[in-house]
């Protein structure tokens, strides 16, 4: 099955954007939807952003016009732009298949915004 490394996670101030990456491993990563969750401490792991294999997005309220989904399939990647970064938007970041998330997680990258 597919394995995921996150990365682009970092601190930021309110306001600030980042962008994270996540590259996978396994074969079927074209034929499958991807998704970002994002975890506090104390709380279940949320979907924030889907992308399926046709580039249909979907967004979570809560960030629906701050945060941009993209996949790349040749690279096997998947990518989310965030902007207009909220201290609510401080997380550990996964990406993993949608709708249906694998039970192996990677090591997500953490998201901190705060001035």
């Known amino acids: 099955q597919m394995q995921f490394v996150e990365s682009g996670g970092g601190l930021v101030q309110p306001g600030g954007s980042l962008r994270l990456s996540c590259v996978a491993s396994?074969?079927?990563?074209?034929?499958?939807?991807m998704g970002w969750y994002r975890q506090t401490p104390g709380n279940q792991r949320e979907k924030v952003a889907s992308?399926?294999?046709?580039?249909?997005?979907n967004y979570a309220d809560a960030v629906k016009g701050r945060f941009t989904i993209s996949r790349d399939d040749a690279r096997q990647t998947v990518s989310l732009a965030m902007s207009g970064l909220k201290p609510d938007d401080t997380a550990v970041y996964y990406c993993?298949?949608?709708?249906?998330?694998?039970?192996?997680w990677g090591q997500g990258t953490q998201v901190t915004v705060s001035s």
């Open positions: 396994g074969s079927t990563f074209g034929h499958v939807g």
């Open positions: 992308i399926n294999t046709g580039g249909r997005t």
């Open positions: 993993n298949q949608t709708p249906f998330p694998l039970t192996s």
